[in-house]
Nanobody, 127 residues
Framework: QVHLVESGGGSVQTGGSLRLSCAAS????????IGWFRQAPGKERELLAA????????YYKNSVKDRVTISRDNAKNTVYLQMNSLKPEDTAVYYC????????????????????WGQGTQVTVSS
């Protein structure tokens, strides 16, 4: 099993940047894709980006793909989400989760393929 802990959130102004980190424990981390999700107040949690276990493939939600980059460092058991040009509508709690399937060939865009949520990290963007 993979235990995930998110960090790096904070309060920024419109146009700012943040890099979120998802730190993992457990040997299986290196064999599973990781997805980044967010949940805004009053809205459902949504999948923003994912990266395959090898780092060779990625998935981005269309609405954010020009502003976010997902990456992973398996030596550090960490996945990152770099977010640029932040907008007030990016305000949400951001979570990471692990793919249920080991060594899936590609980063899955399917929400229900992921579980093992961390506690989340709050991102607040002010205008």
């Amino acid at each position: 099993q993979v235990h995930l802990v998110e960090s790096g959130g904070g309060s920024v102004q419109t146009g700012g940047s943040l890099r979120l980190s998802c730190a993992a424990s457990g040997r299986t981390f290196r064999s599973v894709a990781i997805g980044w999700f967010r949940q805004a107040p009053g809205k459902e949690r949504e999948l923003l980006a994912a990266i395959s276990w090898s780092g060779s493939t990625t998935y981005y939600k269309n609405s954010v793909k020009d502003r976010v980059t997902i990456s992973r460092d398996n030596a550090k058991n960490t996945v990152y989400l770099q977010m640029n040009s932040l907008k007030p509508e990016d305000t949400a709690v951001y979570y990471c989760a692990a793919d249920r399937t080991w060594r899936r060939a590609e980063a899955s865009p399917v929400y229900n393929d992921y579980d093992g949520w961390g506690q989340g990290t709050q991102v607040t963007v002010s205008s």
